[in-house]
């Protein structure tokens, strides 16, 4: 009787250390199988990178890098904002995961440009496809009814010749017939910088690179009011438009600016605004106390509205009025998206 008891201890025992080492193996599930986790590659504009099925401890099998254009593989991060590298010698998978490729903008190597992105200053250029661009979010503007985006600027290129045409703003005015106006205009890409030598048909030359390049003041900066658009093109000269085509040529303007006071002035060259804008003020962080009539076209009274960067002109065309500008970016502050 006393070896019977003895030999069931023995199971029971036996039984015991193996819950125990089942239980303290993370690779081991419920079931007896081991625990897998999917681990997925966020190429982030790039081509696509097939995922990973990885039993929970293993390692990540690096893959084949992925491609963009115009831009340099950096590797695989933890983070969309590819601050962590993921090392895939020693890093191990405990969840499901996802890793971010990261992009250095790299030099043209020629062919089409659909897809690309190129910059001056401020200003992002993008060939959103075959057939469409947008310049800072500007060719993607809202209907004048306040209609949700739809479409970029056309364009034409031709891969051989390295040059191609921009189309303008569509006259949204009342009784036109959708004429084209301010025509971004025919552009030519060399030694890996795309041209402009007629921009909007102001007579300047404003050149775009597939790396940022950043400038100078207010150089290569678009400011976008209520039914006007002021563009600074270089440290001297800057061009004023109205994109729904209520006034269907540029005024070219000169303009002095401090960077200690942020404050400056524009004198008129030529064109239909003649008289406006005068002096300005660089704001930032401002918030509009009353209503911006340009920020309610899409969703209604904007009281209170703080803007990152804001173009104040205190007189505007001596109506006795100011007259504001918001700063755009390639993420767009853009109409009625503050």
Known sequence: ?????????????????????????????????????TVTFHSQGGSAVESQSIVSGGTVTQPANPTKR????????????????????????????????KWTPDSWTGGDVAGTTWYWGDVVLKFIDADKAAINTLGIGAAANGAPATSGYDYTFDSGTQSGTISGDVNRRSGSTGQIYHQLGAFSITDGVLTFNNYRQSGYTVSFTPAPNPQSGLVGIIWYGPN???????????????????????????????????????????????????????????????????????????????????????????????????????????????
């Open 228 to 338: 006007f658009v002021i563009e600074c093109i270089d440290g001297a000269n800057a061009i004023l438009y109205a994109p729904d085509g209520y006034y269907t040529t540029i005024t070219k303007l000169t303009y002095t600016y401090n960077t200690g006071t942020k404050t400056g002035n524009f004198a008129y060259i030529s064109g239909p605004l003649n008289g406006s804008p005068n002096s300005f003020t660089i704001r930032e962080n401002y918030t509009f106390s009353s209503y911006f009539e340009d920020f309610a076209w899409r969703g209604g009274n904007k009281n209170n509205l703080t803007v990152a960067c804001n173009l104040h002109c205190p007189i505007w065309k001596s109506y006795g009025h100011g007259w504001d500008f918001v700063k755009l970016d390639a993420n767009g502050i853009e109409r009625g998206t503050p």
């Open 1 to 37: 009787m006393k070896k019977k008891s003895t030999v069931l201890m023995g199971l029971a025992l036996l039984i015991a250390s193996m819950v125990i080492g089942l239980s303290g193996c993370p690779n081991v599930n419920d079931d007896g199988g081991e625990d897998t986790y």
């Open 70 to 101: 115009t831009d340099a593989f950096g590797g695989w991060y933890k983070e969309a904002a590819a601050t962590t590298a993921w090392n895939f010698a020693t890093d191990t998978v405990t969840q499901d995961t996802t890793l971010y490729a």
